[in-house]
């Protein structure tokens, strides 16, 4: 079962999860240096300052979750919970089970939970932490062009999970895709818009 | 308790009226009254106290000429199906969250994007999550008009594909994208211009061309999509874009006309009075006391605002006529600042857009 959008930091810091934290701290400064060395040496335009923006807030938040053993294993097992959360709710849709909903609304409190206190709420905290602050040089200027930056980002995973779940405001649409394009061509024609 | 059980009692809800009712949102790309069908306390659900006969409801149906479209046939037609009544009396009678029928939204949300109600397409896309596919191909579509040299339909193109974009940043849920051109305008003149040439106006032919894309189209995708078509079609294609979006910029042609005028006046008289006026600045300060320089913006915008503040005058235009941001400047006179009319007289953008026409129309260049 895909995980994707519940946003790893392991893989972040191109780590595995029986990582120590020396490992965490090493990476980080490395994949953090690398990233000042790179923007230092583009010229910043509004996209790419987004880019990077997000990028140093991903590894500020890696390195902020992953470095104290307590923040890590609580971080750890929502993400699993959310996960399997997620397992149990399409389980439930599969076999019809009148649960159904009732999981769908408890995954979906959970998953909600889980970006906003792991994308959001970690990556600016991390930004005000003395040694992410010496790193990345991040001051309240970022703060306040991020804050923007990781709701998009957020909403983003989200929508990726979304996608790959099941129908629930909605009955699942069958779509044919060759009579789409032929109803967007006859409302082309139309001189109405 | 007793209240709701009387209601189960008596209450019988006529499903041809359940149908036109649905027939009539879809039909006029209404998500909202399409949802509002299938909600709690819709009149359509036997539980609700509410009831189609109300007065409040009577908009749900369709008048008597709408009953005649062909095209509130076909919803109706298709609502009306005995598969589909089953469906929706069957999500009307339980008791949770109703599930919409997908096949209708899709009839929905092309209802919508015919009927240029943009932000109800995308939320309906959106559901069935189809909303960044339909971009794309309107988005293709589009660029092959314009390949072909069907700008008109090029514009169509452009016009629903940015209407079907989203913000997820917005607060507190994602919604469609919706235009902001008061805010946008505001933004393209936050700094004072240090220099004529620093005026949007004052631009050459491509750099406006670009900024005024940027401006009007809303979409970064769509604007990379256009910038590397040929100037006479980008130009083209700001054209029509323009007077599709402002039927009213025929209106707007004859104000800035006026306020042309009026600002060209303002420096002729003083010429008279003083030679040494180095500018139309220095002259409108010299003549204050006597004439209202806002009336300037005034004439711009066709009416006055209390207060007058440049800012307002700025946020008004660019709500009533979002092209006409492109083409003013701030302006200071004495202790006030004014907006006034800003082009370069030889330029193509405002030239194709019609605010050259006459010699009595020529901005002032100081």
């Not at chain 2, 909202?32 to 299938?38: A, S």
């Not at chain 2, 599709?244 to 060209?264: G, I, M, N, S, V």
């Not at chain 2, 500018?279 to 005034?298: F, H, K, T, V």
Request: aromatic residues 8%; negative net charge; glycine residues 4%.
């Amino acid at each position: 079962m895909s995980d994707e959008g519940y946003v790893n930091y392991f893989e972040i810091l191109e780590l595995d999860e029986s990582a120590k934290p020396g490992e965490v701290r090493k990476n980080y400064k490395r994949m953090m240096k690398n990233l000042v060395m790179e923007i230092a040496r583009v010229e910043i335009t509004e996209e790419r300052r987004a880019h990077y923006l997000l990028e140093m807030a991903k590894l500020n938040a890696a390195f902020y979750i992953l470095r104290n053993t307590a923040t890590r294993e609580t971080y750890w097992s929502k993400r699993q919970e959310v996960v399997a959360l997620e397992a149990q709710w399409r389980e439930a849709v599969k076999q019809g089970s009148p649960e159904g909903d009732a999981k769908r609304r408890a995954f979906d409190g959970q998953c909600r939970d889980f970006l906003s206190e792991y994308v959001e709420e970690a990556m600016l905290a991390a930004g005000r932490d003395p040694d992410c602050v010496e790193a990345s040089h991040w001051d309240p200027a970022h703060e306040r062009h991020a804050s923007r930056i990781l709701r998009h980002y957020r909403h983003d995973l989200y929508r990726r999970i979304l996608e790959r779940l099941p129908y629930v405001e909605v009955t699942p649409p069958q779509i044919d895709w060759a009579e789409r394009e032929q109803t967007a061509a006859a409302i082309l024609a139309e001189t109405g818009n | 308790m007793a209240k709701k059980a009387a209601a189960l009692d008596i209450k019988n809800v006529d499903p041809h009226e359940i149908a036109s009712a649905l027939a009539k949102a879809m039909c006029e790309g209404d998500i909202v009254n399409f949802r509002l069908i299938f909600m709690p306390f819709s009149p359509a659900r036997k539980t609700s106290t509410e009831s189609f006969d109300m007065p409040k409801y009577a908009y749900l149906q369709p008048g008597d000429t709408q009953q005649r479209d062909p095209r509130f046939q076909q919803c109706l037609a298709m609502v009306e199906r005995a598969e589909m009544m089953n469906f929706i009396q069957s999500e009307l009678d339980a008791n949770r969250p109703a599930q919409l029928p997908s096949e209708l939204l899709l009839a929905l949300a092309d209802h919508a994007v015919r009927e240029g109600k943009f932000t109800n397409a995308a939320q309906a896309c959106e559901l069935l999550r189809i909303r960044p596919r339909m971009q794309q191909i309107f988005y293709e579509q589009a660029d092959a008009a314009l390949d072909a040299g069907d700008v008109a339909k090029g514009v169509r193109g452009y016009r629903i594909a940015t209407g079907l974009a989203y913000d997820y940043a917005a607060f507190p849920e994602p919604l469609p994208a919706t235009p902001d051109y008061q805010t946008r305008a505001l933004v393209m003149h936050a700094d004072y211009p240090q220099d004529i040439m620093d005026c949007v106006g004052m631009q050459d032919t491509e750099p406006m061309i670009e900024t005024a894309l940027n401006y009007l189209l809303l979409e970064p995708e769509a604007v990379a999509r256009l910038e590397k078509r040929p100037v006479e079609i980008r130009l083209a294609f700001l054209t029509e874009w323009v007077r599709r979006q402002d039927p009213r910029w025929d209106t707007f042609k004859q104000q800035y006309k006026e306020a042309c005028a009026l600002a060209t006046a303002f420096g002729k008289r003083l010429e008279g009075q003083q030679e040494d006026a180095k500018d139309l600045a220095g002259a409108i300060e010299e003549q204050q006391q006597s004439d209202d320089p806002r009336s300037i913006a005034a004439a711009l915008l066709g009416r006055t605002i209390g207060g007058g503040e440049w800012w307002q005058y700025l946020k008004e235009l660019a709500c009533e006529h979002p092209a006409s941001a492109l083409f003013v400047a701030r302006q200071a006179v004495g202790d006030i600042e004014i907006l006034l009319p800003r082009r370069r007289s030889d330029s193509a953008v405002a030239r194709a857009l019609g605010l050259c026409a006459g010699a009595a129309s020529d901005a002032p260049s100081s």
